[in-house]
């Protein structure tokens, strides 16, 4: 049987994203045209590739077959254009604003000292980017994330300037930033866990939110208050003493940075990449 690449290739988005609609913009094409190349697919082969459910579409057992095969057949084809493109040294990382300014691109500069053959464009939202070209790094909930994709256990702890800390008293009452996650099937920060492990010593905070740990961290900085996030987002402005923290009695969490696929594996430049960090940020 004869199959168009471009059937393969509307097929595979449809199954990694697990939405017509969502791989028809992926593909620049209209949903009726990957609904088309799907009907046409299944027509040939004799089976349902995808059960279809309002506005959701699940794969059946032949499709995850399928699925299997082709995700593999157009990785080992990109990483062929890859290393034809002029541009194959370029790595796309997708992840948080708060772990793009705070972490990734302060030491990026590092990473290009040494591997100066890899151009590293970075781009932020707080949404996991699902393609193969690009490796996303996200905040996660460890308990549901494998090792293989683990980069980073969190742990917390309260900050502030050096001076904040010193006039506390003359605060009634000072503010301590939190974070409330965009995404809300993100464990909570262990705030609770925090006051228990440091006696409940906070008489007269006022407590704030941010959906993003980097607002508190600059208003902190500032001198406006305290804030609680993780170890990791800090660490700069902890060597630098521009933050320090409350106590040295950090609290772990249920929260993570990880790698959502291990499609990374597949290519030389992204599996480089991944071990740097991992070394970097532990």
């Known amino acids: 049987m004869n199959a168009s690449l471009q059937a393969i290739r509307v097929f595979e988005a449809a199954a990694r994203l697990g939405s017509f609609k969502d791989a028809a913009e992926e ?150 930033y939190l974070t409330k996650w965009k995404n809300r099937k993100l464990p909570d920060s262990p705030w609770s866990e925090w006051l228990l492990a440091n006696d409940g010593s906070l008489q007269n905070a006022e407590i704030r939110y941010f959906d993003q740990e980097l607002y508190g961290i600059y208003e902190a900085i500032a001198g406006r208050g305290l804030v609680f996030c993780s170890e990791t987002l800090v660490s700069d402005f902890v060597k630098a003493k521009a933050l320090q923290p409350m106590s040295h009695q950090s609290v772990g969490s249920r929260l993570c940075y990880y790698i959502p696929t291990q499609s990374w594996q597949h290519s030389t430049k992204m599996q480089t990449f991944v071990d740097w960090l991992r070394a970097s940020i532990n």
């Open 27 to 176: 593909l620049s094409i209209t949903s009726a045209g990957v609904s088309h190349h799907i009907s046409n697919l299944e027509q040939r082969l004799g089976v349902s590739l995808f059960t279809r459910k309002n506005r959701k579409v699940i794969l059946t057992v032949e499709g995850h077959q399928l699925a299997q095969a082709t995700t593999a057949g157009l990785q080992q084809i990109q990483r062929a254009l890859d290393n034809l493109k002029q541009d194959a040294s370029r790595l796309n990382i997708d992840t948080t604003s708060s772990f793009a300014a705070l972490v990734l691109i302060p030491l990026l500069h590092d990473f290009n000292n040494v591997h100066q053959n890899i151009d590293v464009e970075v781009s932020t939202g707080e949404t996991a980017v699902a393609k193969i070209t690009t490796l996303s790094i996200r905040l996660g909930d460890a308990s549901l994330v494998e090792q293989s994709s683990l980069l980073k256990r969190e742990y917390f702890n309260l900050y502030g300037t050096s001076s904040f800390i010193r006039s506390m008293q003359q605060h009634a009452p000072y503010i301590v």
